[in-house]
């Protein structure tokens, strides 16, 4: 990476930690669970944790990847296993946890990763109320199914960390196209930063990463994402190592505070740079598809 894209970088992203031994101190050992882990971040994440000790479960959809996935940790002299559950199923995910909690009691680490994003004009969702119940289903009612099963146990044994992978949509002024994503991602984040104080008293530590563009399958169909300064996944997951070893309550690029308020006393100005950029962008072949 040379010094223009060093800066840009430190600019745009969430700061990161790349020291695998101070990884490997913090995770050897541990039980962490890690959602959407067959592709992008997920995967990355789990690879990074298997190699530095953890004992790694790997829940998303697709089992042909986790066991992928799995395999390729277990040679490496990690430690995964797999479980392959839809968790915008409800029971399935309700049996996942109490299946998790009886084989390893009180987990060390939750990283919620699933997730699925959406960017569709209104003109385009008026017949389509399916991508409201979608991205309601995996980033905001899955999660909180899952942790509901998994919590009990990590609050009596009194310790556990909750790693959320958020965006930085949630913490400034939504953009046009993506309401059914950011809705749906902004609703955990409060429902995760309601319980919170309730979890820390029971020693149960909240990490929320407020992410920025990350260059996975999520956002390649839509094709003005990838002229956007970003992150390929193994370098998100420096992210995620970060906050495993600090537990910071967030991690955000060094600006989003300052966003946050300018989103609030310039509303209306901003409003008016939405809806021109709105105007001069357009929906994705793959928004403006069929599939349902």
């Given at each position: 990476?040379?010094?223009?894209?060093?800066?840009?970088?430190?600019?745009?992203?969430p700061?990161?930690?790349?020291?695998?031994d101070?990884?490997?101190?913090?995770?050897?050992?541990?039980k962490?669970l890690?959602?959407?882990?067959?592709?992008?971040?997920?995967?990355?994440?789990?690879?990074?944790?298997?190699?530095a000790?953890?004992t790694?479960?790997?829940?998303?959809?697709?089992?042909?990847k986790?066991?992928?996935?799995?395999?390729s940790?277990?040679?490496?002299?990690?430690?995964?296993?797999?479980?392959?559950?839809?968790?915008?199923?409800e029971?399935?995910?309700a049996?996942?946890a109490k299946?998790?909690?009886?084989?390893?009691?009180?987990?060390?680490?939750?990283?919620?990763?699933?997730?699925?994003?959406?960017r569709?004009?209104?003109?385009?969702?008026?017949?389509?109320?399916?991508?409201?119940?979608?991205?309601?289903?995996?980033?905001?009612?899955?999660?909180?199914?899952l942790?509901?099963?998994?919590?009990?146990?990590?609050?009596?044994?009194g310790?556990?960390?909750?790693?959320?992978?958020?965006?930085?949509?949630?913490?400034?002024?939504?953009a046009?196209?993506?309401?059914?994503?950011q809705?749906?991602?902004?609703?955990?984040?409060?429902?995760?930063?309601?319980?919170?104080?309730e979890?820390?008293?029971?020693?149960?530590?909240?990490?929320?990463?407020?992410?920025?563009?990350?260059?996975?399958?999520?956002?390649?169909?839509?094709?003005?994402?990838?002229?956007?300064?970003?992150?390929?996944?193994?370098?998100?997951?420096?992210?995620?190592?970060?906050?495993?070893?600090?537990?910071?309550?967030t991690?955000?690029?060094?600006?989003?505070?300052?966003a946050e308020?300018?989103s609030?006393?310039a509303?209306g100005?901003?409003?008016?740079?939405?809806?021109i950029?709105?105007?001069?962008?357009a929906?994705?072949?793959?928004?403006?598809?069929?599939?349902?």
């Amino acid at each position: 990476m040379n010094i223009p894209n060093i800066l840009l970088d430190r600019l745009v992203n969430p700061p990161r930690s790349t020291d695998p031994d101070r990884l490997r101190r913090a995770v050897q050992g541990k039980k962490v669970l890690v959602t959407g882990a067959s592709f992008g971040l997920g995967e990355a994440t789990a690879r990074k944790l298997g190699a530095a000790g953890a004992t790694v479960l790997l829940v998303a959809r697709t089992a042909e990847k986790l066991d992928d996935v799995a395999a390729s940790i277990n040679a490496g002299g990690g430690s995964a296993v797999t479980y392959a559950v839809d968790l915008t199923d409800e029971p399935a995910t309700a049996e996942l946890a109490k299946r998790i909690t009886e084989e390893y009691g009180a987990l060390d680490i939750v990283v919620n990763n699933a997730g699925k994003s959406i960017r569709r004009s209104l003109d385009l969702q008026y017949d389509r109320p399916q991508d409201f119940q979608r991205t309601i289903d995996i980033n905001y009612l899955g999660p909180i199914r899952l942790l509901l099963g998994l919590l009990p146990a990590m609050r009596e044994a009194g310790a556990g960390h909750i790693v959320n992978i958020s965006t930085i949509g949630v913490r400034i002024s939504p953009a046009p196209r993506w309401g059914a994503y950011q809705a749906s991602k902004g609703a955990f984040d409060t429902w995760l930063r309601s319980v919170g104080p309730e979890l820390r008293a029971d020693g149960v530590r909240i990490s929320s990463l407020y992410m920025g563009l990350i260059y996975t399958r999520m956002s390649a169909p839509t094709p003005t994402l990838r002229n956007l300064p970003g992150l390929h996944p193994d370098e998100a997951a420096d992210i995620v190592s970060k906050a495993i070893i600090e537990r910071p309550r967030t991690i955000e690029p060094w600006w989003v505070g300052s966003a946050e308020l300018a989103s609030t006393i310039a509303s209306g100005p901003l409003d008016l740079a939405l809806r021109i950029m709105h105007r001069n962008s357009a929906d994705s072949e793959s928004a403006r598809g069929s599939e349902r």
